[in-house]
């Protein structure tokens, strides 16, 4: 039994054990919103090469309930990923913004995608 008081607040900001895809580099477009992404998929016990999905299939998927994280590879270490953050729809219905971790959306008016990963 784990006593409340133990819990650290880095073990309840961790990635899930079992996610759907891992973004592992993005291309935005002029507006700030996500051109493609760069995305290892999991099929069964195992990863894909990466796959390319644009912004309106990512978010297609997010909302069908796949999860999402960022991270890269280890390299040599075949299935084995570095995990980072876990990405999420921000925003309201019609107005998603794809962002990552805790990062919120801009309050300035500015309506664009965050992913905190390289480009490509």
Do not use: W
């Not at 998927?61 to 990405?87: C, H």
């Amino acid at each position: 039994m784990a006593l409340p008081f133990l819990k650290t607040k880095s073990q309840d900001n961790r990635p899930p054990k079992r996610y759907d895809g891992v973004i592992e580099a993005v291309r935005y477009d002029p507006t700030g919103h996500i051109a493609l992404a760069r995305v290892h998929e999991r099929r069964g016990m195992v990863f894909s090469d990466h796959i390319l999905l644009t912004r309106e299939e990512l978010i297609r998927r997010l909302k069908a309930g796949q999860v999402f994280v960022t991270g890269r590879r280890v390299p040599r270490m075949g299935n084995a990923f570095e995990v980072f953050d876990v990405v999420r729809l921000a925003g309201a219905p019609g107005q998603e913004v794809v962002v990552s971790g805790a990062t919120e959306p801009a309050t300035d008016g500015r309506d664009h995608d965050h992913l905190n990963v390289p480009l490509f």
